[in-house]
């Protein structure tokens, strides 16, 4: 897996201010708490992954992921849960959730941007 920095370790950028190879930072994060028992959370991230990579998530952070794992669409196999959270795939495939052990669901739906390097990911938070 990919080592996964933020935006606000500095470490992770050039002096040219491009990411250093293998890492992602977050570049938007938007919340909605409007709907009862619901949040909707869109997050984009930049990456700069290695061949072979490209961005996805592991332990609920960006990071560059092994490129097979997302043309085959099986989200889990990039541990994008956290460590106490169990991942399933949707049925179609189209994301994963994520569920803690008091039964919240976290549900996730990626969308790859026109450049492979962006990695926009709508979660969906369930109380039980």
Same mark, same amino acid.
Do not use: H, Y
């Given at each position: 897996?990919?080592?996964?920095?933020?935006?606000?370790?500095?470490?992770?950028?050039? %002096?040219?201010?491009?990411?250093?190879?293998?890492?992602?930072?977050?570049?938007?994060?938007?919340?909605?708490?409007?709907? @009862?028992?619901? !949040?909707?959370?869109?997050?984009?991230?930049r990456?700069?992954?290695?061949?072979?990579?490209?961005?996805?998530?592991? /332990?609920? /952070? %960006?990071?560059?992921?092994?490129? /097979?794992?997302?043309?085959?669409?099986?989200?889990?196999?990039?541990? @994008?849960?956290?460590d106490?959270?169990?991942?399933?795939?949707?049925v179609?495939?189209?994301?994963?959730?994520?569920?803690?052990?008091?039964?919240r669901?976290?549900? !996730? !739906? @990626?969308?790859?941007?026109?450049?492979?390097?962006?990695?926009?990911?709508?979660?969906?938070l369930?109380? @039980?």
């Amino acid at each position: 897996m990919g080592q996964v920095l933020s935006k606000n370790q500095d470490t992770s950028l050039l %002096p040219s201010g491009q990411l250093v190879a293998g890492t992602c930072e977050i570049v938007t994060l938007d919340r909605d708490s409007s709907q @009862p028992r619901r !949040t909707i959370a869109r997050q984009t991230a930049r990456c700069a992954c290695r061949k072979g990579q490209i961005a996805g998530t592991t /332990r609920a /952070r %960006p990071a560059c992921v092994d490129v /097979r794992i997302v043309r085959t669409r099986q989200w889990c196999e990039m541990s @994008p849960c956290l460590d106490d959270e169990g991942c399933n795939l949707l049925v179609n495939q189209s994301g994963w959730t994520c569920t803690q052990p008091g039964g919240r669901v976290k549900t !996730t !739906t @990626p969308f790859l941007g026109v450049f492979i390097c962006v990695f926009w990911v709508i979660i969906l938070l369930q109380d @039980p």
